[in-house]
């Protein structure tokens, strides 16, 4: 009786082992501006307004910068894909906000159960560092996904879409001083 026990846990184990899913993957982001933290976060503090962002056309959203607060993203044109995301946290004092995606087409953004930061801090020589860094699962929920939907296609996308923001802000912000 007691192998049969131990046969049986032995085989649900290596069972559960065999059907895991996806893991939680993270990314971080940074950039450094020649620009006083203020300065930076007049820019990208505002919840409401993603008009740094280059792959962004357009943001309506639902409050200024207050916790619940909606913000639908329309990327490349007038007529793209949109992606609605909820403010959860926010702290002007420390000069940062978190966010989660609520509904995206994850062929446009392969990911699911998306949440996200963003922060500016002093940096070097009276500049600022941004930090941008995200959670979130890839976009196809089970096991063997298909290569557009798997981890290496999420970790690709949101990295790809953080670089293009920071860069941006930071041509941005420098020029504009």
């Known amino acids: 009786m007691k192998i049969t026990a131990m046969a049986l846990a032995a085989a649900a184990t290596a069972t559960s082992a065999v059907a895991h899913g996806p893991s939680r993957q993270k990314v971080t982001e940074t ?3 020649a620009a006083p933290p203020e300065v930076v976060w007049a820019r ?3 919840f409401g307004d993603m008009s740094w962002h280059p792959v962004v056309f357009a943001t309506q959203a639902t409050t200024a910068n207050e ?14 894909p949109e992606v609605t995301e909820e403010l959860y946290k926010f702290d002007a004092a420390k000069m940062t906000y978190s966010y989660r995606i609520n509904a995206v087409d994850v062929a446009v953004l392969p990911v ?3 949440s996200a930061h963003l922060t500016v801090k ?14 979130f699962y890839r976009g196809f929920p089970n096991n ?3 290569p557009d939907q798997s981890d290496e296609a999420a970790v690709k996308a949101v990295t790809g879409l953080y670089r293009a923001g920071l860069d941006a802000l930071k041509q941005g912000v420098e020029a504009s001083r």
């Not at 002093?122 to 959670?135: F, H, I, M, N």
């Open 122 to 135: 002093p940096g070097a020589d009276g500049g600022s560092t941004v930090e941008w860094r995200g959670a």
């Open 44 to 46: 990208v503090g505002q």
């Open 67 to 80: 916790v619940g607060s909606i913000r639908v993203l329309t990327l490349g044109a007038a007529d793209g």
């Open 112 to 114: 699911t159960n998306y």
């Open 31 to 33: 950039v450094e501006i």
């Open 144 to 146: 063997d996904p298909p």
